[in-house]
Structure formats: C-alpha cells, structure tokens
C-alpha cells in the first residue's frame, strides 16, 4: 500500500566537544517500491540538511530518494554558529522524519505475477487440451488484483498499470485466439500479429518496471509467444507460429490451411480422423500429391497445403498424432482425406479412369502419356489403375497375321514386355497373349485357313508374331509352345491341300486328284523355287510355317488307290525330290504282286457282269480303270450303272432296261476299237469314267465272244 510512516527520534547532545554535525540513522525502514519520499522536519536549532538525494536537501520539502531499507539524515553546523552548537538549544534535540511510500509491493507484485503465470500455464493446457470453452481469463481476482496494486501505486507515483495491464491484455488477446481457434466450426484465424504485438509490449513493459521485472522472472512469467523462448506456453506459442504462416497467405487460401492446421495439431487419432472428414475435397492432381507429404511427416518440416490456390507451405513445430500409414489414397491408406474411397475414385478420375479404375489407352500415340499416368497413380493410390489396352486390340481378331504383327510392331515401340515391367508392358503382354491364343485356336484356323491361299493371306508378314511374347503362349492356363501352333497351321494347311486342286480347278477331269499340279501352284503362291515344295520353321525357333511342309492327308491319300492310281506315282515322286523336311505327308501303299487294285475290272465270260463301287471318289471326277478281259470274255463291253455318268468326254444318256439289273445307263465300249478305249502295254485297257454320284456302282460285262 502507499503509505507515510513519522520517525520521532530525540539525539541525545554530548555535554562537552565542538561538534560538526548531528546525524540520525534510520535502520529496518520496511521495503518499499520505487521512489522513497522523505520529509524531514526543521529541529529547534538551527542547522543545514544533508541528505542522499538527487535535489537540494531542505528542512519541511517533500525529498526523493530511493527505496532502501537503511536511511541517514545529517543536521551539519552551520557557519557561524557559536561553539556550544546545539547545546546552547537543546540537550536532547528531537528529530521528526515523514517516509512516504509503496510499502509491501514485492509481495503484492510476487502475487500478482505467481496468480498471472498460473493462469498463463492454464491456457496453455486449454490449448493442449484444444478446448472450445469461451474466454475465462485473466480471472476476476486477477484483474482485482491489479486494479489495487496500479491505484496504490499510482497515489505513490509508480509507475504499475502499465506493466500491468500489459500482462492482462496479453492473457485476454490469447485466450480469446484459443476460443475463436476452437469454439467455431470451421476454425477462425486469429490475428498472430496483434497477439504478438500485445506480448511483446507486455515483456517491454515488465522489463521496464525495476518493481515488476524481478518479481515476474522469480514468478517465471512467459515474456513471449515465439516457440524458442515461449517455455510455459509451448502449446500456445506453436499455435501463434502456425497462425502466422498462415497470416501470410492470400485471404483465399487461409480457410483451407485453417482445416490442415486444426489437423495438424490434433491430440488423438480420434480427432485426427474428424478432422480428416471435414477437410476440403480433393481439388485436383497436384492437392491429391500434396496430401502424401502429411503422412509420417518430421516435425518441423515444411508441409505443403493441399488445395491451395498457390504452391505454399506450413512448417508444422510437432505432431502429437500425425497421420500414418501406408502413403497413398484409399481404403488402407494414410494419407489425410474426407472419405478413403470416394476420395480414391475421385483421384482415379482426376487420371482420366473409368468407374472400374481402369486407364483406356486407345492409340499406340497415347502410350507414354498412359506410363506417366500410371506412374503417378501408382504413387497416389492404394489400388493402382489397371491398363485397359483392349482399344490398342481391337479388331485384331478378325485380321491376318500380317496385319497383328504390324500393329504389335507399333504397340511395342513404345511398350515392350520382354524388357519392361510395368502395368502396361504387364496389360499388353497379357492381352497379346489372349489374342495369340483366340487367333490359334484349331476352330478359329480351321475356318480362317481353309483354302491354300487362305494361308499365305492369314500368315503372310506374321510368321514371327510369336517373338512378341515374354515368354510361352499360354492358353487357358496350359502352356501351348511354338511347335504346337505350327502342328495346328499344319493340320489346317493339309486339309487345305487337300481341297486345292478340286477348289481352284487345276484338274477337273481327274477330281483334284493331281499331286504335281498342286505342288506347282504352291510354288506360284508362295513365291518357292522350282524344287521346293516349303518354307518350314526351325523346330527350336518361335517361327511359323510359310508355307508348311507339303503333303495330303491319309484320306485323300486313300483316294489315289480308289480313284485316281495313277497321281500314287506323282505324288512318290514329290517325296523323292523334295529338299530335306519340305514333305511331311503319306503315300500310296506300293501295289503288291497278283493282288487286284481297287481300280482294276476283270471281264471273265459274256453275260457274267464284273461290279466296282467307285468308293468314296467324289461326283463329276474322272477316274480310270484298268481293264483285264478273260480268255472267254468278248471284246463288247457294256459299262452300265444305276445312276448318268460320263465316259471319257461323252454323257451318257442312254437308259435301258437290264433283266437282273433293271433300269440302267448304258454305254458299249469295243475293245478292238483303238478310239474307243485306251490299250494298255501290258495287254490290258484303260476307261475313263466320270460319276455323277459318290459312291457310284458300275457293272462291266462282255456281249459276245470275239476272237482276234
């Protein structure tokens, strides 16, 4: 309190002895703030006053001196004065002195500055806890107290309301920053620099006052906001720090770094995933990257602000709960977002995906941008995108394989699975595969292969499709190696040749049964050499036949014994000529001694019918048997049948009627005729009948005997 306390004291003057001066010694005066105002009253005889005080000492004048616990007043002699000074006045002279000040304000400030420091420490907690109650300090005793400590002060001149009333609006401006932080939805940002400023100006003021500035460092009283020198405010001063980053940015962009600020500051991971849910959706490419620096940061680090309108940052000092996990977007992901998978579905859009998450790489053009797509996907997503090369596909099923290698050349330039490992080389290796696999299959060969010219078409430019692949061609999980898929062309390019001669007319006159001519449009068609009949693979290469090596199959080969006996020898020829591996097929069996051949007739006796079924030989294809007449038989030959046939070049048309045959086309060839029939070197003669059915029957027999 500022109070004035009197010290009566009586000196007591030696009898004898001139003396000089008189001085009184005031000990255990009781501690005072700041200026000590002593008044000391003129004695009853005369003397001059010497006291330690910056104005002119005088007796009944107010003097300033400083607070001290020990005071000495000297009443010296004055000139002139008789030698019995102060005897001659008084032998106990009384010496009255007023002290006048802030007595007891060390303890009132000690108060002051413990109750205040207290109250610091609890915003601090209110700002760990991240409370959203309202604004509760400086207390009501607080400010009471300080009231009382600046009026008294005042009434002695010290100067305290400053000091003060800085450390009360200091403690008002930051709790208020906490409630207007916590207690909106969304976060408002509070103004760092006046809640600086206002702290600032409180430290000046206590650092100034010579009565506050000892009690408010033994009080350990926070003289400032910043993180470094903060001490009993940590959490406090790591909120002004980030609000001043945030102050910083433009007026648009601060909302947005309010909502990651509140998140990076939450207590639990609770709260961090509600603060999560309230953060803005993910605005484009560039905010979903941005997000994945949040996940595990280091303290201190200088984050970027997701979805700000301008690259910026915010240098968080510590996390109690940071975002963790795996980094990217998604059901298992850490990365900070409102909604796991809705956020992912959006971000797979942002790459231009389907629903599915499935990139369409529609031209072989949009393959490096489809990899650099991938590649961030990959970095953002938990689930990465999947490569839908089915457009760079398309319609390959329905093409030649010239066309496939062509457009598998293209694919590949950019996107090679035999030297990269990505999910396009992957989706393109895969897809090649399935197409390889459906453009093999022996129904899908047997239908785009079924002529000799239907194979240099599907296979021409494409023999080496297969060098495309990795790695084997599989096919519904079995392995389907290269020699497979040329024992399939094969297959189909036999039954090719089979249809050949008959299909492209080379010999009408002899059902297609004519092996060298056959031989010989392969030549033209596929462009071989006079004596090769091939162009076969190596066996341990991934080549394909062009074309494969010659030959029929057994059926047709069959045929020859049946219907055509005469193309056996052309088609043992081929074998024999043809170059190493170019003849891959049957031959005829070799005609064995005193056995009939199917194409052979024995005439025995007239009237005695010899019968043949021209088995299996098809309709309207000529065929030559051999005839061997008896010793009885005649040299009238009827040739009938149940069914019109041709012989030679002439269409029988002749219909008769047979007693054991019944109705019947009949035609009389005369042995003895040269024109008529064909006589063989060995004595025997050759016909050429054409049916008019398969299967068709014929009966031989003699008229009438006639010797030559």
């Given at each position: 309190r500022c109070d004035t306390m009197l010290v009566s004291q009586e000196l007591q003057v030696p009898p004898e002895g001139a003396l000089s001066d008189l001085r009184l010694t005031l000990r255990d005066v009781p501690e005072a703030v700041g200026q000590l105002r002593v008044l000391v009253r003129r004695p009853r005889f005369p003397a001059r006053l010497q006291l330690d005080t910056e104005s002119t000492p005088d007796f009944d004048k107010v003097l300033e001196v400083p607070a001290r616990r020990q005071l000495t007043v000297v009443l010296v002699r004055p000139r002139g004065a008789a030698d019995d000074w102060p005897r001659a006045y008084c032998a106990a002279c009384r010496v009255d002195v007023e002290l006048t000040g802030l007595f007891g304000a060390r303890e009132g400030l000690r108060g002051f500055f413990a109750r205040a420091t207290a109250e610091a420490a609890a915003i601090d907690s209110a700002f760990s806890r991240q409370a959203s109650e309202r604004a509760e300090h400086p207390s009501p005793a607080l400010r009471e107290l300080a009231t009382g400590l600046s009026a008294e002060a005042k009434r002695c001149g010290v100067p305290l309301q400053t000091a003060l009333g800085g450390v009360l609006e200091a403690l008002a401006q930051l709790d208020a920053a906490r409630a207007r932080f916590y207690a909106t939805d969304p976060p408002q940002l509070p103004d760092a620099a006046a809640l600086q400023k206002a702290w600032e100006s409180a430290a000046t003021a206590v650092e100034t006052s010579p009565a506050a500035q000892p009690e408010a460092r033994a009080a350990g009283w926070p003289f400032s906001l910043r993180l470094r020198a903060a001490g009993k405010l940590r959490r406090a001063g790591e909120h002004v720090a980030l609000w001043s980053q945030i102050a910083q940015l433009p007026p648009e962009d601060q909302a947005v770094a309010m909502r990651w600020m509140a998140l990076a500051l939450a207590a639990d991971p609770a709260a961090l995933e509600a603060r999560a849910a309230a953060l803005p959706p993910i605005r484009d490419v560039a905010d979903a990257e941005a997000r994945l620096e949040w996940v595990d940061p280091r303290p201190g680090t200088a984050l970027p602000i997701p979805g700000a309108s301008k690259p910026a940052t915010l240098a968080v000092p510590d996390f109690r709960a940071p975002p963790s996990g795996k980094r990217c977007i998604g059901g298992v992901g850490g990365v900070p977002v409102r909604d796991r998978e809705a956020e992912a579905h959006a971000v797979a859009a942002m790459l231009g995906a389907d629903a599915r998450q499935r990139l369409r790489?529609?031209?072989?053009?949009?393959?490096?941008?489809?990899?650099?797509?991938?590649?961030?996907?990959?970095?953002?997503?938990?689930?990465?995108?999947?490569?839908?090369?089915?457009?760079?596909?398309?319609?390959?099923?329905?093409?030649?394989?010239?066309?496939?290698?062509?457009?598998?050349?293209?694919?590949?330039?950019?996107?090679?699975?035999?030297?990269?490992?990505?999910?396009?080389?992957?989706?393109?290796?895969?897809?090649?595969?399935?197409?390889?696999?459906?453009?093999f299959e022996p129904e899908v060969l047997q239908k785009r292969v079924n002529s000799v010219v239907g194979y240099r078409i599907f296979v021409e430019g494409g023999t080496r499709v297969l060098d495309f692949l990795p790695g084997p061609l599989f096919c519904d999980h079995k392995g389907v190696p290269a020699r497979e898929v040329r024992r399939r062309l094969r297959d189909a390019y036999r039954a090719a040749l089979d249809r050949h001669a008959a299909a492209d007319r080379l010999c009408p006159v002899r059902g297609g049964k004519?092996?060298?001519?056959?031989?010989?449009?392969?030549?033209?068609?596929?462009?071989?050499?006079?004596?090769?009949?091939?162009?076969?693979?190596?066996?341990?290469?991934r080549a394909l036949d062009y074309p494969p090596p010659f030959g029929f199959s057994e059926e047709w080969v069959r045929k020859l014994d049946r219907c055509a006996r005469e193309a056996c020898d052309a088609l043992l020829r081929l074998r024999n000529e043809a170059p190493q591996g170019q003849f891959d097929g049957p031959v005829c069996a070799p005609p064995v001694e005193g056995v009939s051949q199917p194409q052979d007739v024995t005439l025995e006796r007239p009237e005695s019918p010899a019968t043949i079924t021209l088995s299996s030989c098809e309709a309207h294809a000529g065929v030559r048997l051999t005839l061997h007449r008896g010793q009885e038989a005649g040299t009238l030959v009827s040739i009938a049948s149940a069914h019109p046939f041709r012989y030679g070049s002439e269409t029988v048309t002749r219909l008769g009627r047979h007693p054991q045959l019944g109705r019947i086309f009949e035609r009389v060839a005369d042995l003895a005729d040269p024109g008529d029939v064909s006589r063989r070197g060995d004595g025997n003669w050759e016909v050429a009948l054409t049916p008019t059915v398969e299967n068709q029957v014929f009966w031989f027999f003699t008229l009438r005997r006639r010797d030559y």
């Open positions: 790489i529609a031209t072989a053009g949009d393959l490096p941008g489809a990899r650099q797509t991938l590649r961030r996907a990959r970095a953002l997503l938990c689930e990465p995108l999947v490569a839908d090369v089915t457009p760079l596909f398309f319609g390959l099923e329905q093409k030649e394989l010239g066309a496939v290698n062509a457009r598998l050349e293209a694919i590949y330039a950019d996107v090679d699975p035999r030297r990269q490992n990505d999910e396009i080389a992957r989706a393109v290796a895969t897809r090649t595969s399935e197409l390889l696999c459906k453009l004519c092996p060298e001519e056959v031989a010989t449009s392969v030549r033209r068609l596929f462009s071989l050499d006079r004596f090769d009949l091939a162009a076969p693979a190596p066996p341990e290469s």
